[in-house]
């Protein structure tokens, strides 16, 4: 429910459409009413390029638009978008769908979280994908700037595309979160290979992102093809929206994270590279050269 002490605090989709939920016959009826697109879900742990990809992806308007819908969001803003958790599902599959696939991107808790107000089964039909990234350190560091700085995107309103990003505060602070967000990156990778497992069907699609960064439209090719979509033959050239950010003191913070957590972060990236990598690349081997 909106919260009246607080109306800037970001509600869960749940939270805000509180008591209500989506049935099986209503999800059916909305589906047909948009035209049955293809439904399709990457889950993401988050600075993975999943906005890289969502931008390339849209620019064939083949393939949906690979939003992240159901993230936290202040009270008026889910009211501005709709009245009713039917009403915003509605409008959604309706207006964000391209090429005859509708396409959300989420986090497994977002994603878990969104499925508890459905019927069980809605979600049978889905395609699910993910995205991960094989360097968990430098994904973390970029967590670290991001929350500290307020910005997570090239695009970031008051930020300057191309400027450097400053990393304010104390830097052996700054260790000790990348030491963190490791083990939290770690927590959504493990639920991501779980619902990847539970689905029916091919194998799932599995994308990194140093693979989506050295060969984008191999990358997108491939999701396109996992979706059930033919690609256009000849794409005309991408065009650059979204750009890495500068930030000019990460090479130091990763030291002062090697210096400060080495032997934790040997045994995490060892047992991740053993397990959840080896797995990933098993179910969907990387291109070749990757």
């Not at 035209?35 to 889950?43: D, F």
């Not at 939290?184 to 290979?193: A, H, K, Q």
């Not at 050295?214 to 000849?234: I, L, M, Q």
């Not at 045994?267 to 050269?289: N, Y």
């Amino acid at each position: 429910m909106p919260d009246a002490a607080d109306p800037d605090r970001p509600l869960s989709f749940w939270e805000y459409y509180a008591g209500q939920r989506i049935t099986a016959g209503e999800y059916a009826a909305l589906l047909a009413a948009s035209g049955s697109p293809r439904v399709c879900a990457t889950l993401i742990p988050g600075r993975c390029g999943s906005t890289l990809l969502a931008s390339l992806v849209s620019q064939l308007g083949c393939c949906g638009r690979g939003n992240e819908l159901f993230n936290e969001r202040a009270a008026n803003r889910w009211g501005n978008r709709a009245a009713t958790a039917h009403g915003f599902l509605e409008e959604v599959l309706t207006r964000q769908q391209l090429g005859g696939v509708f396409w959300l991107q989420a986090a497994p808790h977002r994603f878990d979280h969104l499925l508890s107000g459905f019927d069980t089964g809605i979600a049978a039909s889905w395609r699910l994908s993910a995205i991960l990234r094989r360097d968990i350190v430098a994904q973390a560091i970029s967590y670290v700037y991001a929350v500290r700085s307020g910005i997570w995107h090239s695009f970031s309103p008051g930020h300057a595309p191309g400027a450097a990003i400053a990393l304010a505060g104390d830097v052996e602070a700054a260790a000790d979160e990348v030491l963190d967000w490791v083990e939290r990156i770690i927590v959504m990778e493990t639920r991501i290979r779980d619902l990847l497992q539970q689905q029916q069907g091919p194998a799932p699609l599995v994308l990194f992102y140093e693979d989506i960064v050295r060969d984008p439209e191999g990358a997108v090719r491939r999701f396109c093809h996992d979706a059930g979509v033919a690609p256009p033959v000849r794409p005309d050239p991408f065009k650059e929206t979204v750009s890495r950010l500068v930030k000019p003191d990460a090479a130091e913070l990763r030291a002062r994270v090697d210096v400060r957590h080495r032997d934790a972060l040997c045994r995490l990236t060892q047992t991740r590279r053993a397990g959840l990598l080896a797995w990933a690349e098993t179910v969907s081997p990387p291109p070749a050269g990757g």
